[in-house]
């Protein structure tokens, strides 16, 4: 059985619950039970990985990086972010990414 969705849809869009993996050796979007595994080749550093994980998440779900943006977490590896764009849309990509991930 799967555990909620890492998504809210919101008025303005989808938040997002996702775990930054810095320092990967390739950058790709995977499922966890809690949320996405969002893994980047940036260290974190001075808010590379968040950044490169902002940009990752924007091309996974085809919309511009600056629509992207972490709303909780900037320093942790759990980190909420929020999309800006149609929150069904949104959720029907999230729910792909769910069972297929993404590779960038």
């Known amino acids: 059985m ?13 938040r997002l619950r996702v775990r930054v ?3 990967s050796r390739e950058r790709s979007i995977e499922a966890e ?8 080749r940036a260290r974190a550093v001075e808010g590379a990985a968040t950044s490169e994980a902002c940009s990752l998440i ?4 085809g919309v511009r990086p600056s629509a992207v943006r972490c709303l909780r977490g900037a320093t942790s590896r759990h980190k909420t972010l929020g999309i800006v764009g149609d929150p ?3 959720s ?4 792909s990414l ?6 960038g």
């Open 2 to 14: 799967r555990s909620a969705p890492p998504y809210l849809p919101v008025t303005d869009g989808l």
């Open 33 to 40: 039970e809690d949320g996405l595994v969002v893994r980047v």
């Open 92 to 95: 029907q990509r999230a729910e």
């Open 98 to 103: 769910r069972d297929l991930g993404y590779a």
């Open 58 to 61: 924007a091309l996974a779900f």
């Open 21 to 23: 993996v810095p320092g």
């Open 88 to 90: 069904g849309a949104l």
